[in-house]
């Protein structure tokens, strides 16, 4: 494989170092320029984790897609000006480019030109830890690199020349790479396919000692893997950067009065997520859909928490999630002020549980919100065990609550509270 393609399995996926970004925000027809500067602004703190100094930025406006440039040559022609006049080496499109636009861009700009969904790539290469993970990210960025293979070898192309029928060197390399590529693209996809296998199993054998589970889910740097470390005193990584976590990250938590549940950190939502890293990460957001119940989690400072709560139901929707009950949690209250939008934020959710990790303030009121919902989720049944079923016994005493135990001549009557799940498994000692 070519040096250009070797890129694609290396933490960074920009073929030359850069350290100034100049970015171009996008007002599409019908979009309001608040909502195009949030859009804007997200993307400075991708690039920002991306680990590449924002020089400038600017928004620019559309009707339609140029399909040869995205935007019209007069504005980009600004652009590019005002880019190289601060000095630039990279600009980042918000927006999604095509491989004809990307390459044309960047032949009258003279610089490197990305857009949003190489910015995402690059952050979720840096951050993949396990197996699955690792091989969705590259599967996704040689996806995303096919249709730009050209781009990385229009200087061997115009060497091409030659008699009708002969190929010069850049089209054989082209050729060639394209070959590759599409040969590691099946190969990963076979791989993947034995990974979810291997994850399903396991998901397999969870449900065998079923313990309940709940799986924490919201926008990107709501604070998730904070509320996960101060439950369960573990270090998962958690940094006020987007997309600190991908790999599904699974504690089992003990709460007061002795119950247990698996509670599960999934990635986070953002806005404008390209659709190819959608499907390869749907896989750890599958978490949400087998839990019992859904903990999300809200950032209460931020000014756009209404658009992200709405952003992250609609993903639960599209993942099939619909009737599982959520336990709202606002997350940051330390803070809260007087007459801040903070405050303002909290009066538009009346029922959620105030928290903040940071100081430990009402985490003990989410411990009670979740022990009142696994009593909800648990029932109430009378069952005559067989004398010599200790197993059973035992059991129940794991995984449920016993309220009252008696010997009796054919057996042992048991009133005990326990997961519908557990319920299934003894139906035929419910009396």
């Not at 909502?35 to 984790?49: F, G, P, R």
């Not at 990107?220 to 940094?239: I, R």
């Not at 896989?283 to 000014?303: G, R």
Request: aromatic share 4%; charged share 30%.
């Amino acid at each position: 494989m070519s040096s250009d393609l070797e890129l694609v399995d290396n933490g960074n996926i920009l073929s030359e170092k850069c350290e100034a970004a100049f970015l171009v925000g996008i007002r599409e027809r019908g979009e309001s320029d608040i909502d195009a500067q949030e859009h804007l602004d997200e993307l400075k703190s991708l690039v920002d984790t991306m680990g590449i100094n924002v020089v400038d930025s600017e928004l620019a406006i559309i009707r339609e897609p140029n399909p040869k440039l995205f935007i019209g040559s007069g504005k980009l022609e600004e652009l590019v000006e005002k880019a190289k006049s601060i000095n630039a080496d990279l600009i980042i499109f918000d927006a999604e480019l095509s491989p004809r636009q990307q390459r044309n861009i960047e032949e009258q700009a003279g610089m490197t030109v990305i857009d949003r969904q190489e910015v995402i790539l690059d952050i979720f290469a840096d951050r993949a830890n396990t197996k699955e993970a690792t091989l969705q990210v590259q599967l996704a960025r040689l996806e995303y690199s096919l249709p730009r293979l050209t781009r990385a070898w229009t200087h061997l192309s115009r060497q091409r020349g030659g008699a009708k029928g002969n190929r010069g060197k850049g089209e054989t390399q082209l050729e060639s790479d394209r070959r590759m590529v599409l040969k590691y693209i099946t190969s990963l996809k076979k791989e993947i396919k034995e990974v979810k296998k291997t994850r399903e199993l396991m998901r397999k054998k969870r449900a065998e000692r079923p313990v309940p589970s709940a799986a924490i889910v919201g926008y990107t740097n709501a604070g998730k893997s904070s509320l996960l470390n101060f439950l369960t005193g573990s270090d998962v990584l958690a940094e006020d950067k987007l997309f600190a976590t991908l790999d599904p990250t699974s504690r089992k938590i003990s709460l007061p009065g002795g119950r247990e549940f698996i509670l599960t950190d999934t990635v986070g939502f953002i806005r404008k997520l390209p659709h190819d890293l959608v499907d390869a990460f749907k896989s750890t957001l599958e978490e949400a859909a087998f839990a019992d119940f859904i903990i999300h989690v809200l950032d209460i400072t931020n000014p756009n928490i209404m658009h992200h709560h709405t952003v992250t139901l609609e993903v639960l929707e599209d993942l099939g999630i619909k009737d599982k009950k959520i336990i709202t949690v606002l997350n940051k209250i330390d803070a809260l002020k007087e007459g801040s939008i903070e405050e303002l934020n909290l009066l538009k959710f009346p029922n959620a549980v105030k928290i903040s990790t940071y100081t430990g303030e009402g985490v003990d009121n989410l411990r009670e919100r979740v022990n009142t919902l696994l009593l909800e989720l648990h029932s109430e049944i009378k069952l005559l065990i067989p004398l010599d079923r200790w197993d059973i016994i035992a059991l129940l005493k794991r995984e449920g609550t016993v309220l009252k135990e008696e010997y009796m001549d054919n057996g042992i009557e048991v009133i005990v509270s326990v997961s519908n799940k557990i319920k299934s498994q003894l139906k035929e000692y419910i009396v």
